[in-house]
T-cell receptor
Framework: GAGVSQSPSNKVTEKGKDVELRCDPI?????LYWYRQRLGQGLEFLIY????????KSGLPSDRFSAERTGESVSTLTIQRTQQEDSAVYLC???????????????FGPGTRLTVL | TQLLEQSPQFLSIQEGENLTVYCNSS?????LQWYRQEPGEGPVLLVT?????EVKKLKRLTFQFGDARKDSSLHITAAQPGDTGLYLC????????????FGEGTQLTVNP
């Protein structure tokens, strides 16, 4: 497909377990973003990857959260020892390149809905 | 920390009515984007504005960027049920590099 894809679409886990969320960006897009969206709220920035540069991790809420990206392809967001407050939709987006003031359009995937029981 | 405040948070109107959604901040943004999000999907970009005072029109939607680049508005004329969704503004500050700061969103419902 031509769009950003994410898997799984839904994930239900027990408190204390680790989860891995996957994002496949649009081919050729060098920039990749992860966001968290709680029910009825806006998007909370988590992490940004741009090419081979060091990622901007300034939005990660705790050291239980980490993300990796291999080159300019797939990214995984890992949440260790999940807590109930981690329940949210996790959205991935990709764009052609550095935002240059936000001018580059971000294309979003459908998100992964995480529920921690 | 740059904050974007959107108002109203919820809006329910009848088909054919006009509406305006506001996005305000005390920070200056180099650009501001408006997205629309439908249930179960990611946000989709509607417009990007980069110049203070800029006005862009997209069919029945009119977007304005404030002269001081601290605020923006989205006006919809003759709303239709298909306009229903969550409208999000997102700003990029010159000092924030890659980060977009999103508002909390305005949930619009247009009733037939």
């Amino acid at each position: 497909g031509a769009g950003v894809s994410q898997s799984p679409s839904n994930k239900v886990t027990e408190k204390g377990k680790d989860v891995e969320l996957r994002c496949d960006p649009i081919s050729g897009h060098t920039a990749l973003y992860w966001y968290r969206q709680r029910l009825g709220q806006g998007l909370e920035f988590l992490i940004y990857f741009q090419g081979n540069s060091a990622p901007d991790k300034s939005g990660l809420p705790s050291d239980r959260f980490s993300a990796e990206r291999t080159g300019e392809s797939v990214s995984t967001l890992t949440i260790q020892r999940t807590q109930q407050e981690d329940s949210a939709v996790y959205l991935c987006a990709s764009s052609l390149g550095p935002p240059s003031g936000g001018a580059y359009e971000q294309f979003f995937g459908p998100g992964t809905r995480l529920t921690v029981l | 920390t740059q904050l974007l405040e959107q108002s109203p948070q919820f809006l329910s109107i009848q088909e054919g009515e006009n509406l305006t959604v506001y996005c305000n901040s005390s920070s200056v943004f180099s650009s501001l984007q408006w997205y629309r999000q439908e249930p179960g999907e990611g946000p989709v970009l509607l417009v990007t504005v980069v110049t203070g005072g800029e006005v862009k029109k997209l069919k029945r939607l009119t977007f304005q960027f404030g002269d001081a680049r601290k605020d923006s508005s989205l006006h919809i004329t003759a709303a239709q049920p298909g306009d229903t969704g969550l409208y999000l503004c997102a700003g990029a500050a010159e000092t924030s590099g890659s980060r977009l700061t999103f508002g909390e969103g305005t949930q619009l419902t247009v009733n037939p």
